[in-house]
């Protein structure tokens, strides 16, 4: 059984920072992308960032490209999203997926969701 297990989320001032994990069990993701997609309250999800377990390829929303750091631990199967300058408009319901197509999917595996707050 495929699990996708976040963790990390929280409340922070503007300005602050939070480190979002996700760790996968149940089979390997060697070929897969990893990503990152937020729920904002009353909007459509957006895709934030993603990564490519193989070679490490990364790639970034336009509205947090130089703010948020995503990562991986092939040992721990495990990928990680370092927020920084975090900004109100960040607040939403962070979801790590999994996927074999392109950065915005469809993914085929999910977590819970994990909810970020940013308070002004």
């Known amino acids: 059984q495929v699990q996708l297990v976040e963790s990390g989320g929280g409340l922070v001032q503007a300005g602050g920072s939070l480190r979002l994990s996700c760790a996968a069990s149940g089979r390997t993701f060697r070929g897969s992308v990893m990503g990152w997609v937020r729920q904002h309250p009353r909007k459509e999800s957006e895709f934030v960032a993603g990564?490519?377990?193989?070679?490490?390829?990364?790639y970034y929303a336009d509205s947090v490209k130089g703010r948020f750091t995503i990562s991986g631990d092939n040992a721990k199967n495990t990928v990680y999203l370092q927020m920084n300058s975090l900004k109100p408009e960040d607040t939403a319901v962070y979801y790590c997926a999994a996927g074999n197509t392109g950065w915005f999917g469809p993914y085929d595996y999910w977590g819970q969701g994990t909810q970020v707050t940013v308070s002004s």
């Open positions: 990564i490519k377990w193989s070679g490490g390829t990364t």
